[in-house]
């Protein structure tokens, strides 16, 4: 293949370490050299550019870049609330960035519902998202644009709300305020340019979200072993989710037990194990996998 992928990725911040390393699991090897923005990848066509995660979706939308890594609230805000829904398209979610725009107001305001803020200000960083929000909700109120440190909005007399990012909920727990709307979730995706593409780029495209699709998955999920009475097969299945087709071995010297092993699509919480005990499983083991390919 002589042409190459560009992708954009966050320079630094959330999401560069995680991008980083998930290209790197997918066997992509980059020398990322510190100030610069344009970094070649070795043993596969692709170029990676480094910029403000603001900047992702507008360069893919405009064919700039063939591929980005960004949260989804980023074309949720850049493109999907201006209008320009549909210029990229998403290949797959990537598991990680998990956040949610919600809206929250000073504990002590009282104010339990959104149809209170009606005529209020809210602060945000996410105009375009909040406004649309807003209009669906048929709630009037005024949108104060501010680019960080929304948090400190209400305190600073600035607002009496704001609509915010949110993820372990400590800031807003710090900041005496209570969320009371999520106006959307978000995590990080893959996203490609919706202009048309030649056959080799997308040929690229094709064999780049393989990759990374196998190391999401993988990370998700393990393999788990365990041995139970044959007649326990069945329970066994219905405890872990997901679960089609185990292997089922017999095992040597013990014609009423059987060897049970399968890859589980989701992570086994220790609920799981006490639910495949109960069930008659002994000896179960659980493990990660490295890559996965379909
Ligand atoms: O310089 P550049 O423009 O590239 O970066 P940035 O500073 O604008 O973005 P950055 O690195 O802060 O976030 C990048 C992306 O990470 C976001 O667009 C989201 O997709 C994702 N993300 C996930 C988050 C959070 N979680 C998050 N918690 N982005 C921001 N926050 C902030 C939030 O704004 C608030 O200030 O973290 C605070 C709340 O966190 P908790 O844990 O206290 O709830
Ligand atoms: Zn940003």
Redesign the pocket.
Known sequence: MSKRLRLAM??????SDRSRDLLARAGIGIEWRSGQLHCRAHAFPLDVMLV???DIPQYVADGICDLGIV?S??IAERLDARGQAGKVVTLRTLEF???RLSIAVPSSAGIKDISALAGKRIATSYPDSLRQYLLAQKVSADIVEISGS??VAPTMGVADAIC?????????SANHLVEIAVVYS?E?VLVRTAKPLDDEILSGIDRLTARLSGVVRAEQAKYIMMNAPATAVDAIRRVIPGLEEPTVIPLYGDKQRVAIHAVAPEPIFWETMEGLKQAGATSILVVPIEKIIE
């Open positions: 966050q320079k630094s911040g959330r999401l403000r995660d603001d949260g609230n980023m960035g998990r956040c929304v948090e915010d990012l949110v993820s372990s909920g400590a800031t807003l978000s990080a």
